[in-house]
T-cell receptor, first 111, second 113 residues
Framework: DQQVKQNSPSLSVQEGRISILNCDYT??????FLWYKKYPAEGPTFLIS?????DKNEDGRFTVFLNKSAKHLSLHIVPSQPGDSAVYFC??????????FGEGTQLTVNP | NAGVTQTPKFRVLKTGQSMTLLCAQD?????MYWYRQDPGMGLRLIHY???????AKGEVPDGYNVSRLKKQNFLLGLESAAPSQTSVYFC????????????FGPGTRLTVL
């Protein structure tokens, strides 16, 4: 039972355009969400998070949107840069000790 | 601060061999985790620990054992390696309070022949 799903294995965008990565979840107990970024041969690094009491959180070029009624979150990157090319994982927490991760989306930003 | 470190970075085993992966963190974190990453399957939790001397099973614990004898170290053991355990293994840690953000090590690439 995949509680966190990233339905797009890959996404390709042009430099300077917007990248939108999507994530859906099924467990209504999840109330904190995170995005991680992973380069090849490195560990995932934390990017941005959002609590369920908010519907938007912004950090520079990165914005995460949360739609609780649809159980959907998205990560927007504007403008996209070639250095943003990486695998992006969304993760969800029910405020216990564990995170549940999605499958990941490979983002490629073309110069 | 080195953060989270993992030893070794690469390893090749033959089926049936055993090995131990070491994770160390210098952030005084209470919680530590072992994940495996396989293509198209994201990060799956193997075992975790919420404090020194404690361990718990995650999503895919079979074939693995763990120990947390010291707060800063979390060991993952494979008693009898199988080809299905070929994967990239990541260790992570976090504090017990505050946000749920976990901090990851650089990974260990394990191949079982």
């Amino acid at each position: 039972d995949q509680q966190v799903k990233q339905n797009s294995p890959s996404l390709s965008v042009q430099e300077g355009r917007i990248s939108i990565l999507n994530c859906d979840y099924t467990n209504s107990m999840f109330d904190y969400f995170l995005w991680y970024k992973k380069y090849p041969a490195e560990g995932p690094t934390f990017l941005i998070s959002i609590s369920s009491i908010k519907d938007k959180n912004e950090d520079g070029r990165f914005t995460v949107f949360l739609n609780k009624s649809a159980k959907h979150l998205s990560l927007h990157i504007v403008p996209s840069q070639p250095g943003d090319s990486a695998v992006y994982f969304c993760a969800a927490s029910d405020r216990g000790s564990r995170l549940t991760f999605g499958e990941g989306t490979q983002l490629t930003v073309n110069p | 601060n080195a953060g989270v470190t993992q030893t070794p970075k690469f390893r090749v085993l033959k089926t049936g061999q055993s090995m131990t992966l070491l994770c160390a963190q210098d952030m005084n974190h209470e919680y530590m985790y072992w994940y495996r990453q396989d293509p198209g399957m994201g990060l799956r939790l193997i075992h975790y620990s919420v404090g020194e001397g404690t361990t718990a099973k995650g999503e895919v614990p079979d074939g693995y054992n763990v120990s947390r004898l010291k707060k800063q170290n979390f060991l993952l053991g494979l008693e009898s390696a199988a080809p299905s355990q070929t994967s990239v293994y990541f260790c992570a840690s976090r504090t017990s309070g505050g946000t749920d953000t976990q901090y990851f090590g650089p990974g260990t690439r394990l191949t079982v022949l």
